[in-house]
């Protein structure tokens, strides 16, 4: 599946993105399970949160619980990461991804889970 990430930026500290990942022609978007993966300038990429393809089920990382929020409207074959209280630390490329298998939490985390990733959106926390 094409995937399409959108709203990445230029925020201050403490401050709010919503990025979103647009499936043009998905019309099996709802079967995937969707997750957000960020890397940073000479980093390993990194989870950073998961959906299941029934929406029932979400993960985060550690490092985001109780700041981002994973979503999806699949109607609109579109999946968000909604951040808030940024941090420069968040400072990456965010990578969207799907995968076509159920989700559990052993394996939401794994890039090798997952079977088609977009270019990615830059996302920069000043501080």
């Known amino acids: 599946v094409l995937l399409v990430e959108s709203g990445g930026g230029l925020v201050q500290a403490g401050g709010s993105l919503r990025l979103s990942c647009a499936a043009p022609g998905g019309r099996t978007f709802s079967s995937y399970a969707m997750g957000w993966f960020r890397q940073a300038p000479g980093t390993e990429r990194e989870s950073v949160a998961a959906?299941?393809?029934?929406?029932?089920?979400?993960y985060y990382t550690d490092s985001v619980k109780g700041r981002f929020t994973i979503s999806r409207d699949d109607p609109k074959n579109t999946v968000y990461l909604q951040m808030n209280s940024l941090k420069p630390e968040d400072t990456a490329v965010y990578y969207c991804?799907?995968?076509?298998?159920?989700?559990?939490?052993?394996?939401?985390?794994?890039?090798?889970?997952?079977?088609?990733w977009g270019q990615g959106t830059q996302v920069t926390i000043s501080s």
């Open positions: 959906i299941s393809g029934s929406g029932s089920s979400t």
């Open positions: 991804t799907a995968g076509r298998y159920p989700l559990y939490g052993s394996s939401w985390f794994r890039t090798g889970y997952y079977d088609d």
